[in-house]
């Protein structure tokens, strides 16, 4: 019987390719909009995969106990790929931190009840939550991100930028991984952090066109001299999924060409 993958993000461009690289598993693929679901359950049905699809708003709780009902319903679950997010260019801070980083903490808490042998939760932070210093006066915040004051909390260090708080919220998906790894691993299941460099989504094609100059010095920087593709991401998830990387759990996987030490100098 084949193993379930829930994909969130699903109609994004890394969605998409993830989905692409897993054939061999019964999809259950999600976003915000049924609209999206539709169209993307739909392509891959077309192209002979297994696959059905149900709406959901990760920053809700009862949305997502609905996708957890619907994903127990299809049998066999076997893990989950979370790419959904926004990044800086949203422009609302608020908006930021909750997709990115209250969405993770209640995906983790919810499908933490599903886990067992023989699962992996892959969440998406960034290379951008690695040049965010560890520091107890927001870590706490990062770590809770559905405590009472967590958002007021961290914004005091964004300085109002909707940039610079995607970071903090990346970081604090990687320390969501830490904090629950031990807690997945005692029903035998496992959950890992990818953090992606400059990857050519069709949203990085645009800012390539909108900020040319910038997009160019972040591949001069790179140390495999070119930007990302989504299939570099992919397969990645696709091994982090397999048995094959059956011993990683509560790590990070930076995916970035080798930028981050250079990024990390020049900032």
Do not use: W
């Not at 608020?94 to 997709?99: C, E, H, L």
């Not at 320390?175 to 050519?200: F, H, T, W």
């Amino acid at each position: 019987m084949k193993k379930t993958i829930v994909i969130t993000g699903a109609s994004g461009g890394i969605g998409m390719a993830c989905a692409n690289a897993l054939k061999e598993y019964k999809l259950v693929l999600t976003d915000y909009a049924d609209s999206a679901v539709k169209k993307v359950t739909d392509q891959f049905s077309q192209q002979g995969f297994d696959v059905t699809g149900i709406a959901c708003d990760i920053t809700k709780k009862e949305d997502v106990e609905k996708l957890k009902a619907f994903v127990l319903k299809e049998g066999n679950y076997g893990g989950l790929v979370h790419t959904a997010g926004v990044s800086g260019s949203a422009q609302d801070l608020k908006k930021v931190f909750d997709i990115d980083l209250v969405g993770t903490d209640i995906i983790v808490n919810a499908f933490y009840e599903l886990a067992k042998e023989d699962t992996a939760v892959i969440l998406f932070s960034s290379m951008m939550g690695h040049v965010v210093p560890p520091n107890p006066e927001y870590d706490d915040a990062l770590r809770n991100p559905q405590q009472e004051g967590a958002y007021n909390k961290v914004a005091l260090f964004v300085n109002s930028d909707a940039d610079t708080m995607y970071n903090f919220a990346k970081r604090g998906v990687q320390l969501l991984c830490q904090d629950n790894a031990m807690r997945y691993g005692e029903k035998g299941g496992r959950i890992i952090s990818l953090s992606p460099g400059v990857i050519m989504t069709p949203m990085a094609v645009k800012a390539a066109e909108e900020h040319p100059e910038t997009m160019d010095r972040m591949k001069k920087i790179t140390a495999l001299n070119r930007n990302g593709t989504p299939e570099d991401i992919s397969d990645v998830v696709q091994f982090l999924l397999s048995d094959k990387a059956r011993f990683i759990s509560g790590s990070d996987i930076l995916v970035d060409g080798g930028i981050l030490p250079q990024l990390i100098k020049s900032s």
